[in-house]
Structure formats: structure tokens, C-alpha cells
């Protein structure tokens, strides 16, 4: 399993993400996490992540699970190199996995160690056993509003939480996750504490917080 896990866009060690992919490093960005968005905030940032991207030797095309089914979305995914997925919302785009089937596509992918699977916030916290804790950051209510429902099961792909943005005096919820952080000391659950910059790196059964 290759994974590169990032509090905020790419990162401070972006190569580290470029070196894990094999192939013709061709993948898809997922920006789910914006769903309900103004299209044309959407749009732009859609953009500029497709060229962050290119900018360390990476080529993605917008792959929108919206425009997909549990009996669409494996042919239309196909056999990407990796998958860069967007923060914003945690539990929009966790419905927008469950809705479109993706959770048990990645899930799947992931265990072959057929592609490297990469993110920043809410694309890191997505893969967690579960989610809670995090509604105290992310409204459960937009999701509500987006997609009708909630889901609070992460997709266990990881074997603890992540928080991004600790001590991240330039992100506006360095606050509240470091709130919630201290509700997870205080009930022993454990998680991977990230500030802006730095990145959980997973390669095999390697996992590593680059600073």
C-alpha cells in the first residue's frame, strides 16, 4: 500500500508523493470534498490543483464520483496511477464514496497496491475507522443537505484518525482540530498528528510523518 498523506495541498516534500508513483504517472483528482460549492470556486480550484500537480511531474484529469454509479464508477476509474483527493468537507466526500461505490473501489485498489492513493485534509482524514470527532470541524449538516445522509465509518484504511493543521497559525481551523485533538488524548484514541507541511508517508509497511 502506497500512501502519501498531507495536512495541507501538497505538502513540504511533494517528491515524496511523485516517487511512490510508478507508471506513466497518470492519475485522477477527486474533489468531492467541495460538493456544494460555488461551480465556479470549483472550477478554478480544479485547475489549480490539476497544475500543482503538474508541477512535480504529475498529469490528472477531474474524475467527479456525482457523474457515477456503484455500476459505472470501476470501468469509467479504470487503472490510474494515483489519486489526488482534495480536503474540504470529510463527510461530503465520504457520502459522495459511499453513493458512487469509490470506498470499496480504493479499498480494494489499495489492498492490490495498484495505485498510490494521496491527499490533504479531509482527503487524509477520509481513511480513518472512523470520523468521529471531526463534526465538531466539518458540518454534518451540509452534508445532510448535499447528499441526505451521514456516515460516520471511515473507510479503515488506516488504523487511527488523522487531525491536519495543528499548529498551523496561518489555517483558520488550526483552533478547533487542535480541540479536537485533545478530546482524542483524553479519551486514549490515537491518532496521526499533522501540522501544515508535513505528510504521512506509507510504502508497504512503512509509515513515516515527514516534517
Known amino acids: 500500500m502506497r500512501l502519501y498523506l498531507s495536512s495541507y495541498q501538497l505538502g513540504d516534500h511533494p517528491e515524496l508523493f511523485s516517487a511512490l508513483v510508478r507508471g ?48 459505472d464508477v470501476e470501468a469509467a476509474f479504470g487503472h490510474p496511477d494515483f489519486v489526488w483527493v482534495r480536503g474540504g468537507n470529510v463527510f461530503i466526500l465520504r457520502m459522495a464514496m459511499a453513493r458512487s461505490a ?25 481513511l480513518a475507522p472512523s470520523l468521529l ?8 449538516v451540509d ?9 460516520f ?17 496561518d489555517h483558520p481551523e488550526t483552533n478547533i482540530l487542535g480541540a479536537i485533538a485533545k478530546r482524542y488524548d483524553a479519551k486514549d484514541i490515537r491518532y ?4 501544515d507541511g508535513q505528510a504521512l508517508v506509507v510504502d508497504g509497511f512503512s509509515s513515516l510523518i515527514q516534517s
Open 133 to 140: 470527532g471531526l463534526e465538531l470541524c466539518d458540518s454534518v
Open 102 to 126: 469509490f470506498d470499496r473501489l480504493i479499498v480494494a485498489r489499495l489492498a492490490a497496491d495498484d495505485l498510490v492513493y494521496a491527499g490533504f485534509s479531509a482527503g487524509a482524514c477520509v
Open 24 to 71: 506513466s504517472k497518470r492519475g485522477w483528482l477527486i474533489a468531492n470534498a467541495l460538493d456544494g460549492v460555488d461551480d465556479d470556486r470549483r472550477l478554478a480550484d480544479v485547475e489549480s490543483q490539476i497544475q500543482n500537480l503538474s508541477s512535480i511531474g504529475l498529469t490528472a484529469e477531474n474524475f467527479d464520483l456525482r457523474n457515477f454509479t456503484p455500476d
Open 192 to 195: 496521526w498528528p499533522l501540522r
Open 143 to 151: 452534508c445532510r443537505a448535499e447528499y441526505g445522509d451521514v456516515r
Open 153 to 169: 465509518a471511515g473507510l479503515a484504511v488506516l488504523d487511527r484518525a488523522v487531525v491536519p493543521h495543528l499548529q498551523s497559525s
